[in-house]
Nanobody
Framework: QVQLVESGGGLVQAGGSLRLSCAAS????????LGWFRQAPGKEREFVAS????????YYADSVKGRFTISRDNAKNTVYLQMNSLKPEDTAVYYC?????????????????WGQGTQVTVSS
């Protein structure tokens, strides 16, 4: 079992940057593929990025490609989401998630564990 706790959200102006962190409990962190998702008010939760167990493989939603970077530190049981060139449409609650799937995953139902979310608000 894995428990995930996000941090790093906040209010930022358009064009600014934020780095989200997600700390995980458990000794098997490196055995999970990890992902970031987001949910804006009145919208469905959507995929943002995923990273492989080793950290060498990543995949991004088209809407964030080139602006966001997912990374992980297996020694610290932490996954990160560096968000640059933020836009008002990036405003959402951001969630990290973990899956025991072998490959990168974009579908919500592939993920077994979820954090409680952290709010990101981008002002124009």
């Amino acid at each position: 079992q894995v428990q995930l706790v996000e941090s790093g959200g906040g209010l930022v102006q358009a064009g600014g940057s934020l780095r989200l962190s997600c700390a995980a409990s458990g000794r098997t962190f490196s055995s999970y593929v990890l992902g970031w998702f987001r949910q804006a008010p009145g919208k469905e939760r959507e995929f943002v990025a995923s990273i492989s167990r080793s950290g060498q493989g990543t995949y991004y939603a088209d809407s964030v490609k080139g602006r966001f970077t997912i990374s992980r530190d297996n020694a610290k049981n932490t996954v990160y989401l560096q968000m640059n060139s933020l836009k008002p449409e990036d405003t959402a609650v951001y969630y990290c998630a973990a899956t025991s799937a072998i490959s990168l995953a974009t579908l919500i139902n592939r993920y077994d564990y979820w954090g409680q979310g952290t709010q990101v608000t981008v002002s124009s």
